[in-house]
């Protein structure tokens, strides 16, 4: 224990540089010879280097702990939960705002894919709504249709019935017949029979697709022209007035009864009439006709959705299309005049109107 | 035009950041010549965004003034080992170092999983931090060690050491009837020391 103090002393006393030349030479000396020795005064020139830092650092600590003494910490506090109560808010509103913004990119997303499927299944539907009604005719309509021929051996059209059946109507007394584009659409081969079974050849002129409306002219040397008994009526139609369509959803013409039930078409569409009434396929390309005999509106087509809704083409949009046809192709204009069926009941009427009301078969 | 502006602008901005990370490096060399001004200018200047900081995440107000302390002392150690320059701002520094600081200090005491997930670093310290627990270290037993030997011991031992007060001082302050029985004292006391102190420390 005391031989240990000693060698401390003379340690540091050795470090400070205290010794004489002389004795530092011995120390030296000692060092070098007594690795215990040696390693006593590097132990305790690292324990000084500690010490020392030790010291500095409470210096330091010190000097800190002043400095904060001096802050004014009473302002600083009042500083610093201002700041972090607006930090707070910032990020309260920043947080309320990025929801909202996600919420509203969902909403968005969600509403325009909704209008999207919607749309999509409006289209779908509306396709599915409307309904041409021309005929596919059957087996028992063909053999049947063979039968009536066989009895009028006079006719002279193919015993096939055709493919498709629709109705048309003559505008002239020459031979030209309107009917709907959809009727006679990819025909190889067009034939009109008229009520009493007489069967002419016809040629499609002119085709509007987008009112599907074609103009028909008989090209038969039998055909024996006549004059009109009713006029096309160019004004627009009431709503609510009783009209009446002939035509041929069967081998025999049948007659319908109804009233504009709408003035506008399918989806809106301005050119043609809602009509309430009751429509079969092979009905497309019929007249529609107003209480004097009058033809207000072609027959087109029917929502399959609910019965008895059909649509017919507005008698103006026809008007419009035959002025509109090419020059060579010009009907001679015998609807103009005024209608010889005013005034007379409807069985006279029809009785009238059935010669010029065909039923139109196609080939293809 | 508007490409020129934001050019005007960016240099201004660029200046404005060098003219500080020149101050702030003028500053460091104050605090590493021991200038107690530069100190508490770096003390006031910085404290209180710490002080935000650590309130923001729940702590308290002497959580903030140990962490920012230790953050200076850190900053205190680098500087005075001369091999530390200043790459940001001198308040980026100090405030990733509190930030990282806190994070241990909040670990520690709530478990790894109470934190709140802001509280994450804006600059990596690990690597100044890391030399920093080291020194912690070492002070923390020479710490421990000078409390144990006792009040007498610990004062000669600091008034010698530390405040480089002379053997006869010493002497007289604490009635000791000459310098040599002083002297034979204090290595009584430096001998207990050395003891406790290398018990704990273990020489590398």
């Given at each position: ?364 | ?120 670093e804006v600059i990596p310290a690990t690597e100044e931090l890391e030399e920093h627990n080291a020194r912690d270290q070492e002070f923390r037993i020479m ?52 003891k406790l102190f290398f018990d704990q420390y273990k020489t590398p």
């Amino acid at each position: 224990m005391k031989e240990d103090m000693i060698l401390l002393r003379e340690i540091e006393r050795y470090l400070e540089g205290e010794m004489s030349e002389q004795e530092k030479t011995a120390f030296d000396e000692l060092r070098r010879t007594n690795p215990l020795i040696n390693q006593q005064v590097e132990e305790h020139q690292l324990f000084l280097q500690h010490l020392g830092n030790y010291g500095q650092r409470q210096h330091l600590q010190a000097k800190l702990d002043k400095i904060h003494q001096q802050l004014d910490m009473p302002t600083l506090r009042k500083q610093a939960q201002e700041s972090n109560q607006t930090a707070k808010r910032l990020l309260i509103r920043r947080r309320t705002i990025t929801n909202l913004a996600a919420a509203a990119c969902i909403a968005l997303v969600t509403s325009l894919s909704t209008i999207a499927v919607i749309q999509n299944v409006a289209r779908n539907k509306s396709t599915a709504q409307y309904e041409d009604v021309r005929r596919v005719l059957n087996n028992i309509q063909r053999s049947q249709n063979a039968l009536i021929n066989d009895m009028n051996s006079k006719s002279k059209a193919p015993l096939n019935p055709g493919t498709y059946g629709g109705t048309g109507f003559a505008v002239s007394g020459n031979g030209y017949i309107v009917t709907n584009y959809h009727v006679v659409a990819g025909a190889d081969s067009v034939y009109v029979q008229n009520n009493k079974g007489e069967a002419f050849k016809a040629v499609s002129i002119f085709e509007d697709i987008s009112s599907d409306l074609a103009v028909l002219k008989i090209a038969d040397s039998t055909f024996k022209s006549q004059p009109l008994p009713y006029a096309l009526k160019p004004q627009n139609v009431k709503l609510g007035e009783e009209v009446f369509t002939m035509g041929f959803p069967r081998d025999e013409i049948v007659y319908g009864k109804g009233y504009i039930s709408a003035k506008t078409g399918f989806n809106g569409d301005t050119t043609a009439y809602q009509v309430s009434i009751p429509v079969n396929p092979g009905n497309s390309g019929a007249p529609l006709l107003d209480g004097k005999g009058d033809v207000v509106g072609i027959v087109t087509g029917k929502q399959t959705t609910s019965d008895g809704i059909a649509f017919a083409v507005k008698s103006a949009h026809l008007k419009h299309l035959l002025d509109e046809m090419p020059k060579d192709k010009q009907i001679r204009r015998d609807l103009n005049h005024k209608s010889h069926l005013e005034g007379m009941n409807r069985v006279d009427q029809i009785k009238k109107l059935e010669d010029f009301v065909y039923m139109v078969k196609v080939y293809n | 035009m508007v490409l020129w502006v934001t050019k005007c602008l960016i240099t201004v901005l660029r200046v404005k950041q060098n003219q500080d990370i020149t101050r702030d490096r003028e500053l460091l060399l104050g605090l590493a010549k021991g200038d107690d001004k530069s100190l508490e200018i770096i003390y006031s200047e910085n404290f209180p965004v710490v002080l935000r900081m650590i309130l923001q995440h729940n702590g308290s107000e002497d959580d903030a003034k140990d962490v920012f302390q230790e953050a200076i002392i850190v900053l205190y150690e680098k500087v005075q080992s001369g091999d530390f320059t200043l790459s940001s701002r001198l308040k980026t520094f100090l405030y990733s170092v509190c930030r990282h600081l806190w994070l241990k200090k909040v670990q520690r005491t709530y478990g790894l999983y109470a934190l709140s997930p802001e509280l994450e670093e804006v600059i990596p310290a690990t690597e100044e931090l890391e030399e920093h627990n080291a020194r912690d270290q070492e002070f923390r037993i020479m710490e421990g060690a000078m409390s144990s030997i006792g009040q007498p011991c610990q004062t000669i031992l600091e008034d010698y050491y530390l405040h480089k007060k002379s053997m006869q001082e010493i002497a007289e302050k604490f009635g000791y009837t000459n310098a040599e029985n002083a002297k034979n004292q204090k290595y009584k006391c430096l001998m207990r020391l050395k003891k406790l102190f290398f018990d704990q420390y273990k020489t590398p």
